[in-house]
């Protein structure tokens, strides 16, 4: 069975351009999150989707950052406009939630993004 | 509100070595308490887990015991392999949300 896949591996942009990574999660997870990880630090929670539906973005910073899962499977993460201190790996992961959050996430292996 | 502390890397072992990377939590309550495992090159996996006080979790060789009383869910093996080698994260699950630690970088030296 195929895992958590993301596109693209690597990219690399400069300020003030936009940027989008893409995500598909196992097939069947309900759940989905987008996660932010700086070098030497643990991942870091954007957004939590049930379905189609956000319902933790608490973290996510709006005026800049935008999500979408518009059929419930795939979702899509942008920026716009990058700034120099969105250079980190993003990281999608997905699991089985069914209204409780067992702590089991499964990951994909990260989008790296390098602003200059 | 929840958080986690765990041991600063990276931490350099020889094989067949013991290891202990000690994490403690602050969370509300009895959290399930979990790590993860980074492998070079590869994505974040669950290594193991432990839902209440007093469990033990184990995989691969790697045990963890919920330790209630301190707070914490120290990762433990008693004989590490070079394929040991990569980032090891403590992560508490409270509120419904999963917080991850820094992250302990692993290596092991032939």
Redesign the interface.
Same mark, same amino acid.
């Given at each position: 069975e195929a895992?958590?896949v993301q596109s693209p591996r690597y990219k690399i942009i400069e300020k003030k351009q936009p940027v989008a990574f893409w995500c598909n999660p196992i097939s069947g997870h309900n759940t989905l999150y987008w996660y932010l990880q700086n070098l030497?630090?643990?991942?870091? $929670?954007l957004i939590r989707y049930e379905n189609e539906e956000a319902v933790?973005d608490s973290q996510l910073p709006k005026d800049r950052f935008s999500a979408e899962r518009l059929k419930g499977v795939d979702s899509t993460l942008k920026i716009q406009p990058a700034e120099l201190g969105d250079s980190a790996v993003y $990281?999608c992961?997905s699991s089985l939630y069914g209204g409780?959050?067992?702590?089991? $996430?499964?990951?994909?292996?990260?989008s790296r993004l390098t602003v200059l | 509100g929840n958080s986690v502390t765990q041991m600063e890397g990276p931490v350099t072992l020889s094989e067949e070595a013991f290891l202990t990377i000690n994490c403690t939590y602050t969370a509300t309550g009895y959290p399930s308490l979990f790590w993860y495992v980074q492998y070079p090159g590869e994505g974040l996996q669950l290594l193991l887990k432990a839902t209440k006080a007093d469990d033990k979790g184990s995989n691969k060789g790697f045990e963890a015991t919920y330790r209630k009383e301190t707070t914490s869910f120290h990762l433990e093996k008693g004989s590490v392999q070079v394929s040991d080698s990569a980032v090891y994260f403590c992560a508490p699950l409270g509120e419904d949300k999963i917080i991850f630690g820094k992250g302990t970088r692993l290596h092991i030296l032939p």
């Open positions: 895992g958590v030497g630090q643990g991942p870091e $929670l933790d $990281l992961a409780r959050n067992t702590g089991e $996430l499964f990951f994909g292996e990260g | -």
